[in-house]
């Protein structure tokens, strides 16, 4: 029998995804065969699935936590925002739409039976399914239709559990507020609450936990306090990069206004050596970087009329002519040739802009995504490198004769006649220790990392030892619910 339930959370960003990564590994370590689920995800930060499609970067980091390879089922919509007002609608792995989020509101009460058929298909293959909601409930205006929070939750008669984020301030007010906001119906479906994200003393808020539990008569399942090793697990939410202090090497990274896949970035942040500089809008690129990284773009075109905005094509300049190192990645790749055609208007208007310049490439823009999981290698080395493709576009030009990659059935990317720029399609490629080795090396530094994967593993297994300390583990699997299958 397959039990599940749903974790919502009473704002957003109030650590859901971590918490769900932790359940999951550590029922798995009660014996268990997890899978983790969310309806519907918002992110640039996507992975690609071995069924051939893509779904949130935190799905697939909870898939890790179960021992599972990510599948599309455990995130059947993804939404990935394209522009201040529209996204574009990847249901069941496969690109579907691009919509305005008004005309979202109409087309979302249609794709619940496609939620409720990934949800039962996965249902099938695990005896325990840790449901992740969006955004909160309380956002009562975005009730009608809905198919991420209790609109989910009711169609597929699952309990939930209440998240609050105590780090904001006002959390007894989250919890409380959102009890009297929620119709009675929804506000009988939530069955119990867990504090998050707790510095200091736990204790010194017993009385607000019976406070909460008073006004709204939910079960108390814990306090959870500042998990201090979760900076090493995979972001999702743009939010949550950030400069981190390591080693004397500097990697500088612009960020992007519609930065996409920037988990490429979390094996270099782990290395002791490397100090990785998120720049943020409007502050210059660093003088003394050794490498500047321009990250993966939901929206190439935008993203590079925003980096010159900034005045980082001058930054940039500077730095290649001090022998920096340049390093493109997907959108990134593209921004380093010297044209981007969009003859479709994919990302907005036709047009053609002046790329970079500093690789002899062109790219055009195409509708067809390509999706898929690759392995390469180093053409200069052979060193092995694994990672994953997912771009609209398709880039020619005199530097692919001169690739950076050599895959099973052809060559990828590129390098500048000086060999100070590079670029290619393949995100998550420093996940690969050897290869990671040798780009630091190219930097005039070692690894100190000696296998990025299994510092992931052992971090989702210390979470997991969090989540037993503070949280009623007994308690969240006697609330959960049989799934009608």
């Known amino acids: ?71 599309v089922d455990m995130n059947p919509v993804l939404l990935k925002p394209e522009s201040e007002i529209g996204a574009q609608v990847v249901v069941q792995g496969q690109r579907m739409t691009t919509v305005k989020a008004r005309d979202y509101a109409a087309l979302k009460p249609s794709l619940m039976p496609r939620v409720l058929d990934s949800f039962h298909r996965l249902a099938k293959t695990a005896d325990f399914i840790i449901i992740e909601g969006a955004g909160s409930p309380a956002e009562i205006n975005l009730r009608a239709g809905d198919i991420a929070n209790m609109g989910f939750a009711e169609a597929a008669n699952v309990p939930v559990i209440l998240i609050g984020d ?34 200091g003393d736990v204790s010194l808020f017993d009385e607000g936990m019976t406070a909460i539990a008073e006004h709204t008569g939910w079960a108390t399942l814990g ?34 206004a519609r930065i996409s896949n920037f988990d490429d970035l979390d ?36 993203d590079l009329e ?20 340049i390093i493109g990645i997907c959108g990134g790749y593209q921004m380093l040739g010297r044209k981007v055609h969009d003859p479709d208007g994919i990302e907005g208007a036709p047009r053609s802009i002046d790329g970079l310049g500093y690789l002899n490439i062109e790219t055009t823009m195409i509708p067809k995504k390509n999706l898929s999981l690759t392995k390469a290698r180093s053409v200069q080395t052979n060193t092995p490198v694994s990672g994953y493709e997912i771009h609209l576009g398709q880039s020619s030009g005199a530097d692919c004769q001169n690739p950076w990659l050599q895959l099973a059935d052809r060559y990828e990317g590129a390098v500048s006649a000086d060999g100070l720029v590079r670029g290619c399609y393949l995100h ?55 799934v009608a299958l």
């Open 1 to 71: 029998m397959t039990k599940a339930i749903m974790l919502q959370g009473a704002g957003s960003n109030v650590g859901k995804s971590i918490l769900v990564a932790g359940i999951c590994r550590a029922l798995v370590k009660r014996g268990h065969h997890p899978a983790p689920f969310k309806p519907q995800n918002m992110s640039n930060n996507a992975a690609v699935t071995v069924d051939g499609g893509e779904i949130g970067r935190a799905q697939a980091l909870q898939a890790l936590a179960c021992g599972l390879p990510a599948i």
């Open 166 to 199: 105590i780090d904001r301030g006002g959390v007894i007010a989250q919890m409380v507020g959102t009890h009297a906001v929620l119709s009675s119906q929804d506000r009988n479906r939530i069955t119990g609450f867990a504090i998050n994200k707790f510095r």
């Open 223 to 256: 306090v959870l306090p500042w998990f201090a090793e979760a900076w090493k697990l995979p972001a999702e939410d743009v939010m949550d990069i950030a400069t981190r202090a390591g080693g004397a090497i500097k990697i500088a990274v612009p960020r992007f």
């Open 267 to 302: 094996p270099l942040v782990a290395e002791p050596n490397v100090t990785v500089e998120i720049i943020e809008q409007g502050q210059p690129l660093l003088g003394d970087a050794s490498l500047v990284i321009l990250p993966g773009s939901k929206s190439t075109i935008s």
């Open 306 to 325: 925003n980096f010159r905005a900034n005045g980082w094509d001058i930054d940039l300049q500077a730095h290649h002519r001090r022998g920096g190192q």
């Open 428 to 482: 998550g490629l420093f996940s690969s220790d050897g290869f990671r080795a040798e780009v630091l090396e190219m930097l005039g530094t070692h690894s100190q990392l000696v296998s990025y994967d299994a510092a992931i593993e052992d971090t989702l297994d210390q979470l997991a030892a969090f989540i037993e300390l503070h949280l009623d583990v007994d308690a969240l699997i006697a609330l959960a619910r049989p």
